[in-house]
């Protein structure tokens, strides 16, 4: 039973009467959690936008505090699915397709999603979107679907977690709403540039710092970050005086910084990078978190889950 954005399945909650777990050593108990929870979306959904548990057996249970009782909810049925997502999945694609609001207007709208963007599908192509490439799209592309056996009744196809595991794709069961830390530049980090060699006499490091910050904006990232490791000024600049320069950076990759919901509804949101300057400061170690947001595993999952987002969105909005 698999997402409808990233296509990796759900597994069983407690509740579950005959629940298939991935085999042991395959998730962390976080990881095992989180895939328990799924937000169901759409007409056919008690409350149009409601928290489940997956059950397994093709059932969902409406987790939802409002949800009428034992509000059980058939995935499969009638040669298409309901439309599931893991809840980080669900946040992304929302905020894709501008309809991030709890309002009834926005609502309206989720509700008759599926008129526009169709439902998805079943049996071999259980919990897919038609209209939508699935194995062309992401970074990395994955083709997720070849991981999924299709079972006799509907609603209970089989993940091979073990394979996925094995074929290096571990990655992709982070969760990715987790994010680097956003702190001050550390002491530690300015020590160790050490005293920059007095005086230079190359084309660029002479040049007023002005200018140089002038240039900086044509570089590509990866060319940003090889030339502000040449020599001790320019690392120096890039832990300084250059941080609002990767920020600027940081903010143009979308996927790289908390949605308003993620960060307002997270405890550590004073460690988390903001798009509000009163809520993380232009000089706080942005070079550092531009570093890990290319590193994580998490954010490495997420950028995949953003790249499938936009794609569902660009579909939505071309025939809204
Ligand atoms: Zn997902």
Redesign the pocket.
Known sequence: MS?S??L?PFTPAFLSLRPRPPPQGILDSQQYMYFQHAIGLGARIEGIVSPFEYLDDNEFLNASPSASKAALCVWESDGGTEFM??TA?AKILRHALCLEGDDPETHAEIAGLEKIIGRPMGGTKAGKLPNLRYQDLGIPKVDVTSYWITEDRPGVNTFRWKAFKDDGFEWMFNRPDIFPKLEDVSEKRKRSIGEPMQPTSDIITTQPLDIIQILLPYLSTPAYMALTSTCRILRKYALCEFQPEARRRVLELGWAVPLRSEYENNADSQFMASVRVEESSVDSDWLLYLCHVHKTAAMRMRRR?WELSQAIARVYHTWK
């Open positions: 997402c954005v990233c990796l997502c893991h999945c889950v």
